[in-house]
């Protein structure tokens, strides 16, 4: 991983930050001085994943390149909680053309700042997983195949929660939402469908692909960073939970992120040129019924009339992520 | 200010959004009772004084005990650790080496030769205690610290009580003791060796004492009627203890049986086995889970070659030899006689039942009151007598050397509200930080670093200190295993897990503050907290 392990102090590098490091060795975010690229007053819902990411995300961006970010966002949850008309909670020069361009307008203003000779600035497009997986999947991948000089992110709730909960291609299966009810045979998402979009990037065979969840900061931030010294077509895909359509307590968003990764649910990757080049061990791992228990979207698979053999194919999922992934090794480092 | 097309209002920061009033519930930080904290019988503040060791501030943390106990080297090594016992860190791996620090940082200070001042204005009164044991010296301490005359008097020819005449050397060497002695003797108390006080109330009036702090320890060995022949040698535990600090040490022989199951009949053992004796045994009438004695001394003394004898009680004493009766324990876990009768080679018998106070001090004083061979004390650690306070082995309590700091620190603070006519108030305990408050997933993996322990049959024949302290390094490393649990020690998580950047950082030991007018009541910072140092609160309607 890219990430130093810090030990024994105390907490080690889990922690933010931690008075006992010096001032490099914490994360950006525990810099009085970070960026709040999305400041205050924003209206997203409390304990909302998507906010933080995003935070995480276009603050260490911004650290990288000397404050220098353009940011074109797809439309979604982060669009609009975030500028509500005359409002806007970005500092930093952001753009909103349409739900599925933001691909495309990203590549636009990076053509520009080419033009311009403007090497010192760079621009980050940054959308939903509707925006992303579904609606802007065309522009994302000729943006990948034309190796433009844009780092994509995508904000992974998997579903539409802005427009109410509906399922996108980056939903899970056996997840209800409101247009795959947990009524029938087959209750929720249906098994088999659905796009892997970090596994299709890898495919375009792009500078960098990596995933990352809003647990492991220190992994995100170290990601970014290295994401932001390369040139090119870069993309990484980081699960935010979400408390609306997820069915969680709002305290619950970090705790639900780490136990996606700690089960196997969702793999944390990074990948160069096609690639795998680095996998997050799991540190502790639990069965996936820790990770779903917490989610009214997965309360279907418990309760009165429980669906055990739902919960071991979704189990299969995960072990079958450890497999491929490596994410199990004898020598866990903690 | 021209507007583009179709815009007809100025654009505005979201910060004009004052998103706290959705709250529901409210993030406060607070400052709980970690369970060490609550569980020191000397009431040291043990996560405070651990959050300056570790960022090295050594001589802070040494001061931070010294508030509330004067012998941190002593502590760190004849202490009982009912911290480490309480920590939570026992539940994640293991506890904190908690009386290694306190060791570390109590040897620190004699090398550097820190030393407390006294910066109270005098009061012009002036405290007899009697006894230099533990109590007395901690009471004696405290009083000088607030600004009173102390005078200590003793019986004995050294000072330190039990801690020089109970415990061996091996587990306490003496100028580590002297060292801590003399740092209080230097603060101006006055020391009267040899002195014997016959008459409490007599010797309050007759010097001109405002008040006296009675601290006289329990000395006398309890006996038991044993039947013994004629040249059965038969002798007690503290007097064989005491006899180590002679210049003749006691002759025990070869083979020793000691009788009892306290801490104390295992440093006789202990203490035999490095006289010479080749087989020292331990007769207990209990099983070992039942035995008073601590797991780590009886572990150490097994490791020594001490033998352990449980379920047996002394039925008879010979020359050369004992009898002892094998015991069954019933249902309710009393020893109950088997009838069957093992012979043991012994050439002497240790009595270690007990001990009682030499209490002739009280008698006859007006309102003091004797029930159980114990001095009965109100809260205020005072006697029925009005300016007579009693602690240490000589009240109704546990009887260990740290309780007895405890003791001497209550008394003196109450010594010094009586004698300006006030009332002291304990300050309130915090709630209890349990170690469900806390989040465990964040602290890295970190075993205790175990104190090097001397090769057992080195320590076998000789009285050398056992247990040997930490290097600054590993100190260090343990200070940091702590979880702080109900404390921040300012690891940023909050500020860095709140999604509406509702958390201001105040800077170094100034820690951060919640901006409520965003503050969305999540409670991601509260979940995500460490050491459990934010508690929830229904918002006010």
Not at chain 2, 101 to 125: M, N, Y
Not at chain 2, 238 to 251: A, Y
Request: hydrophobic share 40%; net charge negative; proline share 5%.
């Amino acid at each position: 991983m890219a990430v130093q392990q810090i030990k024994f102090y105390q907490t080690g590098s889990f922690v933010v930050g931690n008075r006992l490091l010096s001032p490099e060795q914490r994360a950006v975010q525990a810099d009085p001085g970070r960026a709040n690229a999305l400041t205050c007053g924003h209206r997203a819902c409390q304990g909302c994943g998507e906010a933080l990411g995003a935070r995480y995300v276009v603050d260490t961006a911004l650290r990288a390149a000397s404050n220098k970010v353009i940011a074109v966002n797809a439309t979604g949850c982060l669009e609009v909680f975030s500028t509500p008309y005359p409002e806007t909670s970005w500092q930093l020069p952001w753009l909103h053309s349409l739900f599925g361009n933001a691909a495309a307008v990203a590549t636009g203003v990076a053509a520009a700042q080419r033009v311009k000779h403007r090497d010192d600035v760079r621009v980050l497009a940054q959308g939903g997983d509707g925006g992303t997986v579904d609606i802007g999947f065309a522009c994302l991948s000729g943006m990948f195949e034309r190796n433009d000089d844009v780092l994509y992110v995508c904000y992974d709730n998997e579903a539409y929660m802005n427009t109410g909960v509906q399922r996108s291609g980056a939903t899970p299966p056996a997840a209800r939402t409101a247009t795959t009810q947990a009524v029938g045979s087959d209750p929720g998402n249906l098994f088999g469908q659905g796009k892997n979009v970090p596994l299709i990037a890898l495919a375009h065979e792009i500078p960098y692909v990596a995933t990352a969840t809003v647990a492991e900061l220190r992994d995100l931030e170290a990601k970014v960073q290295y994401a932001m010294s390369l040139r090119g077509a870069r993309y990484l895909h980081v699960l935010v939970p979400c408390p609306l359509g997820w069915g969680s307590d709002s305290s619950e968003t970090i705790r639900l992120a780490r136990l996606a990764k700690e089960s196997g649910l969702f793999p944390v990757f990074e990948a160069e040129r096609g690639e795998i080049t680095g996998v997050s061990k799991i540190r502790r791992q639990v069965p996936v019924e820790e990770y779903l228990q917490p989610q009214r979207r997965y309360a279907h698979l418990f309760g009165p009339s429980p669906r055990p053999e739902v919960v071991a194919r979704l189990q299969a999922r995960a072990d079958r992520n450890i497999e491929r992934f490596g994410l199990i090794d004898d020598e866990v480092d903690n | 200010m021209e507007k583009p097309f179709a815009i007809t209002l100025d654009v505005g920061s979201s910060r004009a959004n004052k998103t706290g009033a959705w709250r529901t519930q409210r993030p406060v930080y607070t400052d709980l009772l970690p369970p060490c904290s609550d569980a020191c019988p000397a009431g040291e503040q043990v996560q405070q004084w651990l959050y300056h060791a570790e960022e090295g501030g050594y001589e802070r943390a040494w001061r931070q005990i010294m508030s509330d106990n004067p012998f941190p080297a002593i502590m760190g090594r004849v202490c009982y650790r009912p911290c480490e016992t309480a920590c939570n860190r026992g539940r994640l791996d293991e506890a904190v080496g908690i009386n290694s620090v306190e060791r570390f940082l109590g040897d620190e200070a004699i090398r550097q030769g820190w030393t407390v001042p006294v910066e109270a204005a005098s009061s012009g009164r002036h405290v007899l205690v009697v006894g230099a044991g533990p109590a007395g010296l901690a009471a004696a301490y405290h009083l000088r610290l607030l600004g009173h005359r102390v005078t200590v008097r003793d019986s004995g020819s050294k000072p330190g009580g039990m801690m020089r005449y109970g415990i061996p050397v091996y587990r306490l060497p003496r100028d580590v003791l002297d060292a801590e002695i003399q740092r209080i003797v230097d603060m101006g108390v006055t020391l009267e060796l040899g002195t014997t006080v016959r008459d409490a109330a007599e010797a309050m009036a007759a010097d001109g004492f405002d008040a006296v702090f009675l601290a006289v320890g329990a000395h006398i060995g309890q006996r038991t009627y044993i039947p013994a022949g004629d040249s059965a040698r038969i002798m007690d535990a503290v007097s064989v203890l005491r006899g180590m600090e002679d210049e003749d040490l006691p002759l025990l022989g070869r083979r020793v049986a000691v009788y009892g199951g306290g801490n104390t009949a295992l440093d006789v053992a202990r203490t035999a086995k490095r006289l010479g004796a080749t087989d020292p045994i331990v007769v207990y009438r209990r099983s070992r889970e039942r035995m008073p004695a601590h797991d780590f001394e009886v572990a150490e003394a097994i490791e020594e070659g001490v033998r352990m004898n449980w379920l047996s009680t002394v039925a008879h004493a010979d020359a050369g030899t004992i009898t002892v009766e094998r015991m069954e324990l019933d249902e309710s876990g009393y020893p109950q006689p088997t009838g069957e009768f093992d012979e043991l080679g012994a050439d002497a018998l240790v009595l270690a039942i007990g001990q009682v106070s030499d209490l002739s001090v009280v008698d006859g004083v007006p309102g003091v009151h004797v029930a159980d061979a114990v001095v009965e004390v109100d809260r205020t650690m005072m006697t029925g007598h009005q300016g007579i306070f009693a602690g240490g082995d000589m009240v109704p309590a546990e009887r260990t050397v740290t309780t007895a700091v405890g003791h001497g620190k209550l008394a003196a603070r109450n010594i010094d509200a009586w004698l300006r006519h006030r009332r002291y108030a304990e300050p309130d305990r915090a709630e209890l930080a349990d170690y469900d408050r806390l989040n465990p997933w964040y602290f890295s993996d970190a075993p205790k670093q175990h104190r090097p322990r001397l090769d057992a049959a080195r320590r076998a024949s000789t009285f050398d200190e056992v247990v040997s302290g930490l290097d600054e390094s590993t100190a260090l490393f343990e200070a940091r295993r702590c979880m702080s649990c109900g404390n921040c020690f300012e690891c940023d998580n909050c500020y860095g897990v709140c999604p509406d950047n509702a958390i201001r950082k105040l800077g170094p030991g100034q820690r951060y503050e919640i901006d409520y007018d965003y503050c969305k009541g999540c409670n991601l910072c509260v979940a995500e907290c460490p050491a459990g140092a934010i508690s929830v609160l229904p918002e006010r309607s």
